[in-house]
């Protein structure tokens, strides 16, 4: 097929899914053309070496990628967020139509960032059937945030047409499903696709000497959260429950985030010296850290648009073979449990959580093992990177069908 893929992010930027799905497409035949930015992720800025311009075009066999200018604010507000969608979505409707005119099919891997750029595609290309990829539902009105701000409404009835209007979909997790079905969308065009890792980086390894002398000391238990530090994670909850256990559990907090200060500040207040902070780390370090440590934390708070959402932080740890604590709701804990790959509590309840670490470090290593060895054989059967383009491939060819059958 010839297969129109539309991403605002894409490598080099940290998109390894719309990147890697591009690839493994180009390499299974298909002729493959990407509508996508520059890359200014995650400063916003864009990337040293790169410019913005009109017609910035790279190809491969089988493989084009054009880029197109958008807005690169960098302060982070609603306002140059909202800019930087509206743009890209003007220069997506400037030069779509003639780059993907003859494609087969569309796959759009659908953030809100993208709904503008979608609608204005779908608008233009009507012929052409769609499959949206969704990673994130901005269905409602408020957003996660220490402010509880108003989201734009225009991006909420943006999203939701885009939704219904698309031939297919392919939701991030089962509860995702259940939200879209709830918001009208036809049964028979939504499908589960569990997103995938970054495989070439993140498999089993042994820690070096460096890695262990890094994260360890004393002997005592060590749990890992490696990712972000924000309003989603809801770490306070972690130290709290890591200061409960002084003296016996080690909690590792790796990265950094826009609620670093407050986690530190807590951390601080609470005298919890067993919480330790290290600085962002390039992923290709990350395997050899959670080789190091005993578990990988998985925090989401207890927010009804975060249970259908899995962090990409779990296929990481499931594929590294690192066992995991899981605070969270909906389908986190549900994979978690069903691949008996470790440990896990609800969201929010700090006591719980402290409980939890207790029991981790109760275990012996080899139980830890078999944890790890659990957790990859469920990543590699239902979240990998075989699995998941096998199951997008045969959706774009499904709609592709169905669409020229008419």
């Not at 750029?117 to 409602?140: C, F, I, K, N, S």
């Not at 779990?314 to 691949?339: F, H, K, M, N, Y």
């Not at 054989?377 to 491939?393: C, F, H, P, Q």
Request: charged residues 25%; proline residues 5%.
């Amino acid at each position: 097929m010839k297969i129109g893929i539309l991403s605002y992010h894409f490598p080099p930027e940290p998109a390894f899914i719309p990147g890697s799905l591009a690839q493994e497409l180009a390499a299974r035949g298909h002729e493959v053309r990407v509508l996508t930015g520059f890359p200014d992720y995650p400063g916003g800025h864009v990337y040293p070496g790169w410019r913005q311009r009109w017609g910035h075009l790279t190809r491969s066999e089988r493989l084009t990628v054009r880029r197109v200018p958008r807005y690169a604010g960098g302060d982070g507000s609603t306002g140059a967020r909202m800019a930087s969608h509206l743009s890209f979505a003007g220069s997506v409707a400037m030069v779509g139509r003639r780059y993907l005119a003859d494609v087969d099919v569309l796959y759009v891997f659908q953030f809100p960032a993208t709904t503008f750029a979608t609608a204005a595609l779908m608008r233009m290309l009507g012929r052409v059937p769609t499959v949206l990829h969704v990673q994130d539902l901005w269905l409602e009105e408020d957003v996660v945030g220490a402010q509880r701000q108003r989201r734009p409404g225009r991006t909420a009835s943006t999203m939701r047409r885009v939704l219904r209007e698309a031939d297919a979909l392919a939701v991030t997790a089962p509860s995702m499903r259940d939200m879209v079905l709830a918001d009208g969308v036809d049964a028979d065009r939504v499908r589960v696709v569990l997103n995938w890792t970054d495989e070439q980086i993140f498999q089993p390894v042994r820690p070096s000497r460096a890695a262990q002398g890094f994260v360890r000391r004393d002997g005592r238990c060590v749990v890992m959260h490696a990712g972000t530090i924000g309003v989603r994670q809801g770490l306070e909850t972690a130290v709290r429950a890591a200061a409960a256990l002084d003296g016996r559990t080690d909690l590792v907090l790796v990265g950094s985030g826009a609620e670093e200060r407050r986690v530190r500040g807590l951390a601080a207040e609470l005298r919890a010296e067993n919480v330790r902070f290290v600085e962002r780390r390039s992923p290709v370090d990350m395997p050899e850290l959670y080789a190091a440590a005993d578990y990988q934390l998985v925090m989401l708070r207890d927010l009804p648009e975060l249970r259908g959402t899995v962090p990409g932080k779990l296929q990481a740890a499931l594929a590294c073979a690192a066992p995991v604590i899981a605070s969270a709701g909906g389908d986190t804990v549900e994979l978690v449990e069903r691949a008996r790959a470790g440990l896990s509590c609800p969201p929010e309840d700090w006591a719980t959580l402290a409980d939890r670490f207790w029991l981790a470090s109760t275990i012996p290593a080899a139980a830890r093992s078999e944890m790890g060895r659990r957790g990859r054989e469920v990543y590699l059967r239902e979240m990998s990177l075989r699995a998941g383009v096998d199951r997008v491939e045969d959706l774009l060819n499904q709609v592709a069908l169905a669409r020229r059958s008419r």
